[in-house]
């Protein structure tokens, strides 16, 4: 019996596989519970991207409403709204948001737009749009510098010698709405590999361009 | 050696096991951002963990030759696990991949190196399995010897 067993031990007579895993069930359920734990976190990252690409889908800007307005005093108020959906779980954190609004008048040159104003939110202001919210951007500047107002009279005077009626009102102002932001908590500092950042960031563009007709 | 019914149990056994922790470290090394938990693109992690990786290959198949083709196996199922996961977003939702060869150009291009790295630590595991498995074989036998 003991020749036996020392002669099947050195001779590594094989066992059946389900033999040796119920024998040795310790070693192989270890190695088992390694494996599930890849498959897990493979499984949950791979549900994270697929989900924070869906985020460049589906994190968007709504439709903008403008205006402008000329107050009692001779000024003239600009105003652009925008509303900005999040319905993915995560939260957006906004880097810059900038708008500007002008007026094409021109196809060159430096004169070309008649710059009326903007505004600029840098990183510092700590802008959220929370997962699942929403929120509404109203921005609004005031023309008061008479030299712009001068340039957009002499316009509406060119065009009534092309055959356009523009008021102050009623002149084709473009604007140009941008915000650049990132999604969630994720990393997003690198140097090299910059689609990792690419990932992550979000440029939502809203553009209203209208010129005068006679350009 | 002939490929045994046995053999090739052993190796679609060491494929499963194996498998999931080379897919996880290939997307990880694509996106350390988003993988949880991260290696971040820790070249020696990769080939520590794939030491451990190779372990069950030569722990259960006892050939080196089937050990080796466990190795390579796993290598490959993994990696193209790694690549259908990083498919995931264009099979999940209704997004077009724009280029879809310089997408997949972009995955292979930065995560190729590594399969050298799989396979390479996957042998070395293999071998120190093989070795765990010779140990615990003539523990067995001496424990037998002295029992009796």
Known sequence: ?215 | MALTADGLKRVVLATFLGAPAIAFMSFDFMFPNLSTPSLDKSVLAVLLISIVTGLPAGYLTRRIDLALLSVLSYTAAGYLIGLLMYSSPYLMYDIEILLPGLYYTAFIRYTVILVFIFAFGGFVGAVFGGLIRESVDREETSLTWRDR
């Not at chain 1, 389900?18 to 499984?43: I, P, Q």
């Not at chain 1, 900038?98 to 505004?119: K, M, P």
């Not at chain 1, 997962?131 to 340039?151: H, M, N, P, W």
């Open chain 1, 1 to 215: 019996m003991i020749h036996c067993n020392v002669i099947s031990s050195r001779t590594e007579v094989r066992m059946r596989l389900r033999e040796e895993l119920r024998k040795d069930w310790f070693a192989f359920t270890l190695c088992a519970v390694m494996a599930l734990f890849f498959a897990v976190a493979a499984v949950a990252s791979a549900a994270t991207y697929a989900s924070v690409v869906g985020a460049h889908r589906d994190v968007t800007l709504g439709e903008s409403t403008v205006g402008a307005t000329l107050l009692e005093n001779d000024t003239l108020l600009l105003t652009y709204s925008v509303t900005l959906d999040n319905p993915t779980r995560y939260t957006v954190h906004i880097y810059s948001l900038s708008w500007s609004v002008y007026v094409v008048n021109g196809t060159e040159g430096a004169d070309r737009n008649i710059v009326l104003g903007g505004s600029y939110t840098g990183p510092g202001h700590m802008l959220t749009v929370d997962g699942r919210g929403t929120e509404t951007y109203s921005l609004r500047c005031f023309v008061i510098a008479q030299d712009r107002l001068d340039k957009l009279n002499g316009l509406i005077g060119y065009g009534l010698t092309q055959g356009e009626e523009y008021t102050l009102e009623t002149i084709p102002y473009t604007h140009a709405f941008e915000i650049v932001a990132w999604v969630g908590e994720f990393t997003h500092d690198y140097d090299r590999e910059l689609y990792l950042n690419d990932l992550m960031k979000l440029d939502l563009v809203d553009l209203i361009y209208r010129e005068v007709p006679w350009l």
